[in-house]
């Protein structure tokens, strides 16, 4: 059974940094696409990252240059080292894997809070 832990999230004063983890077990990673996507109150869930299983990244337009993705697949773990946080970047993050025949499973998502 496949399954995604997300952690490291919590509240951080705009301007602030976090590191968030999704830790995976029941799979091996290393043969995967890996992303972070976000949901904010009332709005849709939203890509912020992906990374493949060459390493190769991607970010969104929202998030370039302050969010980075990352992956240790000895610890079979993906990163989101995030910096430069602002309010708008509060939503809950979600840790998404997606096998050989696109189908994908989530994380329970781990709750940031940008705000002074």
């Known amino acids: 059974q496949v399954q995604l832990v997300e952690s490291g999230g919590g509240l951080v004063q705009p301007g602030g940094s976090l590191r968030l983890s999704c830790a995976a077990s029941?799979?091996?990673?290393?043969?995967?696409?890996m992303g972070w996507y976000r949901q904010a109150p009332g709005k849709e869930r939203e890509l912020v990252a992906t990374?493949?299983?060459?390493?190769?990244?991607a970010n969104a337009d929202a998030v370039k240059d302050r969010f980075t993705i990352s992956r240790d697949n000895t610890k079979n773990t993906v990163y989101l080292q995030m910096s430069g946080l602002k309010p708008e970047d509060t939503a809950v993050y979600y840790c998404?894997?997606?096998?050989?025949?696109?189908?994908?499973?989530w994380g329970q998502g781990t709750q940031v809070t940008v705000s002074s």
């Open positions: 990374i493949n299983k060459f390493g190769i990244t």
């Open positions: 998404k894997l997606t096998n050989d025949v696109g189908y994908a499973n």
């Open positions: 029941g799979i091996s990673i290393s043969r995967y696409k």
